[in-house]
């Protein structure tokens, strides 16, 4: 997971530094109209963008590649336009998105606000120590104060604003981590996340089932709204499916693990 990480922020930074988006890594990367790329084409971007990586860590991504005859590889796959005639193990660009995605937990609670930099910004509200973030931008240095700073989304409420990850004073407020869940409290792994009667049962998820997060999205059958995730189940054959985090009277059900 630390890899995973490791490569899905240098691949962020490399992209952001030249002014683009994390949502365009992909077509960056890939072109406009892919829905695959290779390990090549992401070793010649990191190269291009002056991003060192060792080879590999991108194993991460494509694990089922040789570690030896690396050179004599990545020169066979010059010499073809064609993804799928290329030596090159492929990813497709939902495979890409999910392990390029990051998120923070929060470690001390600190205020969400609404601009990169704090003197300008106004609190939108404070995020509790357990709370997890989708990383939509960043870390960046918010240049007033000297802080990094990320841009994301609360699993809690999809409330969206920035975030400081580190104060000036050795002071930490978020690390990474949060894409794995622990269950708290017995729930159900569903097949959808409407929020509806009846739907299919996956899995019945006991206390101590772990969930790796794959998706998340918010439903509106409650006045709050409830936040669902999509995770897999690991073990158990890696069954996969939504859950809520939380009941509709506020009881955890889902907490990072």
Known sequence: ESKRMEL????RMCVEAKGGKADDLFKTIAGENSDEMT??????FLESHKCDIHLEKLDVLFPNKPANDEGEAREKDRATSSKKTSSAPIITKEQ???MTRMFYKVVKEIVLSSNLEIEQSSQIRRMDVGEVMEVLQGPMLDPSVG???IKGKALKDAAAGWVTVAGNKDVTFLL???NVLK???PTELEEDSKDTDGKDVVHQLK???VLEVLDWTRTSRSTSGLTHIKGRLQGHDGAVGWAAISSSSGTPLLEPN
């Open 176 to 178: 990474p981590g949060g």
């Open 147 to 149: 802080v990094y700073r």
């Open 183 to 185: 269950v708290v409290a």
């Open 207 to 209: 206390v101590g089932d």
């Open 8 to 11: 899905a922020a240098k691949l």
């Open 39 to 44: 390990k090549e084409e992401i070793l010649d």
């Open 96 to 98: 890409f998105a999910l």
